[in-house]
């Protein structure tokens, strides 16, 4: 059945509490799979038996499925990409996977061109081109294939992508809306619609006297590239983050909800400004969290927006399906 909107989960092999065979997949119209991994040589599939019974599945319930490639430990993706013969031979690798997976497409999660992703900083030499010459590399080979990406919500990611030469290359773009305001994680909104009036980052920005990140910054600077919007999923969170823990302070969507029914201390508030949740702890604000007013609020700006649809982070993160329901329903998916 066609939809006029795509809800894609992200299923990784990360995740062993997850049975392939018994996955739900309702409400859901693609599984982007993490990961077909990019290595000096080569590419691999960390679990070939888990991918295999993901194919199975999405195959009995009539959803498509995308192999999401990403780089593995230490190997760059523009390290392989500075050469056409280098380009050809990735895409070729890439191909072969599809093929021996009957994969219905590829997501490449380069996420943030001229970046080091382990370190954080730019890369010297890195070349614009060798994005956009690597993508087209792909659709050379994936044709009648899907082909999207992964791409960055804030500006400073950006900077080495040209959108206006990437968009026809690809199916669609999967917005990364979510992990904003990494320097004060849990004190300040992650994933929020519009620039938030509460939070750390809210106060600094206020101090600035700029509005500070959002989906709708990000989507209205897609758009001025030229990304048709049809084109644009909305990434949205099915965990978050608790305030002065960093990383370390991760929280799945059931285990939020979970602290919001079973402790008093914790209580969930909205931000209007922002058209995003957050959880309090004794008035102060301590969970970044998408709830389900804040789901159904992205679900109305894609319809709204004539946007694609909503991509999550991830499905093993939501282990009930609470979110994915309510994602589903706002959408019209069943």
Not at 207 to 230: F, H, M, N, T, W
Request: negative net charge; proline residues 4%.
């Amino acid at each position: 059945m066609t939809h006029p909107y795509k809800v894609v989960s992200y299923i990784t092999d990360r995740y062993d509490e997850i049975l392939p065979e018994k996955l739900d997949l309702s409400g859901i119209t693609h599984v982007n799979y993490g990961f077909l991994f990019l290595r000096a040589d080569d590419v691999f599939v960390r679990r070939p038996e888990f991918l295999e019974l993901v194919s199975k599945t999405c195959k009995e319930q009539g959803v498509k499925l995308l192999a999401s490639l990403q780089q593995w430990g230490g190997q760059r993706f523009d390290e392989r990409c500075r050469t056409e013969e280098a380009r050809r031979t990735l895409a070729a690798q890439v191909r072969e996977v599809v093929d021996k997976y009957d994969l219905d497409g590829i997501d490449v999660d380069w996420e943030y061109p001229g970046y080091n992703l382990r370190t954080g900083e730019e890369i010297a030499d890195f070349k614009d081109e060798y994005y956009i010459l690597f993508m087209q590399a792909l659709r050379d080979v994936l044709p009648g294939k899907l082909l999207t990406i992964a791409h960055g919500g804030e500006p400073r990611y950006w900077q080495h992508t040209d959108f206006a030469s990437l968009h026809p290359i690809l199916d669609y773009i999967n917005l990364m809306g979510y992990d904003f305001n990494w320097p004060t994680l849990g004190s300040s909104h992650q994933s929020n619609l519009y620039p938030g009036s509460v939070g750390a980052a809210a106060e600094e920005n206020k101090k600035l006297g700029v509005p500070g990140l959002s989906d709708d910054a990000a989507i209205r600077y897609y758009r001025s590239q030229g990304v048709p919007a049809e084109k644009i999923n909305i990434g949205v969170p099915y965990y978050g983050y608790v305030a002065h823990q960093g990383p370390e302070g991760f929280l799945t969507y059931d285990k939020i909800l979970e602290l919001l029914e079973t402790d008093p201390h914790y209580r969930l508030e909205y931000d209007e400004a922002a058209h995003q949740s957050y959880v309090t702890k004794d008035g102060v604000f301590h969970i970044a969290f998408d709830d389900e007013r804040t789901l159904a609020e992205k679900c109305r700006y894609v319809k709204e927006n004539g946007l694609g649809g909503i991509m999550d982070w991830v499905y093993g993160h939501d282990p009930k399906g609470q979110a994915r329901k309510i994602v589903a329903r706002e959408l019209g998916i069943t």
